[in-house]
């Protein structure tokens, strides 16, 4: 645990917060046989595991999910590298109209327009020095849930980053981002994507992480909406300048499109 700069809270480590939202943004990635090799063998789900149990505010909800990891072992031992691609395209890319649980904000929002969502997802990226990236394979639209997973799992990162460099101002803003981005865009639509994918997912790799995404998600933001009251008053309210973007962000974008393959964010050209 780091102790918060100007804050008398003791915080959670938010690297390993940060850990969290990049292991769970890969779930919702098209599969690799990298990926399928860790969640076949245990791998992936022991380190998903490792990272909820060190953070006080998740660690709970791992209790109700205990046979959750020998589950998914068991189901995927029978399961070739096609056969969970398969599985893949059949929940969340294939069907008419649409899958059976498209992973897109825009999807799930009912009466907002889903250009304007997309519009402002890519700003808040913009603003932090990212954007999606336009490598082969791993173009997406901006508002689908492994981008705005991965936007989380940098801002974290760079709150890390902020309290190692003891800057406040930064500090303040990385915190203020997370919750700002929380509540305008995944805590509205991420409940329903997670009661969409236990109705219609057929591996529990999928349905069983999802639920725990959903919940992880919640108590992060109960969490990061406590952590920012505990900023002075004069604090608690950032001006309209976000922390500015700079090389270092590079470096946590790259990172956060490496991991497994998949869709991710990276470095905005300027």
């Known amino acids: 645990m780091s102790q918060a700069v100007g804050l008398p809270l003791t915080v959670a480590n938010p690297s390993v917060r940060s850990d969290a939202y990049k292991l769970f943004s890969i779930v919702f990635k098209y599969p690799t046989e990298e990926a399928f090799k860790a969640y076949q063998s245990g791998e992936f789900i022991t380190a998903l595991w490792e990272v909820l149990s060190a953070l006080p505010h998740t660690k709970g909800i791992l209790e109700a999910e205990a046979e ?45 327009e889903r250009t304007w969502i997309m519009i402002e997802v890519a700003e808040f990226y913009k603003q932090f020095g990212l954007k999606m990236s ?23 990162f760079k709150e890390a980053q902020a309290r190692e460099e003891n800057t406040t101002d930064l500090l303040k803003g990385y915190v203020h ?27 529990k790799l999928f349905s069983g992480l999802g639920r725990l995404m959903e919940q992880f998600v919640s108590a992060e933001h109960e969490y990061v909406r406590t952590l920012f009251k505990q900023f002075p008053e004069d604090q608690k309210e950032p001006s309209d300048e976000v922390p500015e973007a700079g090389a270092k962000e590079g470096t946590l974008a790259n990172e956060a499109t490496s991991a497994q393959g998949g869709v991710g964010l990276t470095r905005e050209t300027v």
């Open 68 to 112: 959750l990891p020998m589950t998914i072992q068991q189901e995927l031992g029978g399961l070739s590298l096609l056969d969970l691609e398969v599985k893949f395209n059949q929940t969340f890319e294939v069907g008419a109209p649409e899958p059976l649980c498209p992973p897109y904000e825009g999807l799930f929002r009912k009466g907002v």
């Open 134 to 156: 336009t490598e082969e394979g791993k173009r997406e639209l901006p508002d689908h849930l492994c981008p705005e997973l991965e936007f989380l799992h940098f801002l974290a």
């Open 177 to 203: 981002a997370q919750k700002d981005f929380l509540e305008r865009h995944i805590m509205t639509w991420i409940s329903e994507f997670s009661k969409k994918l236990q109705a219609s997912a057929s591996l």
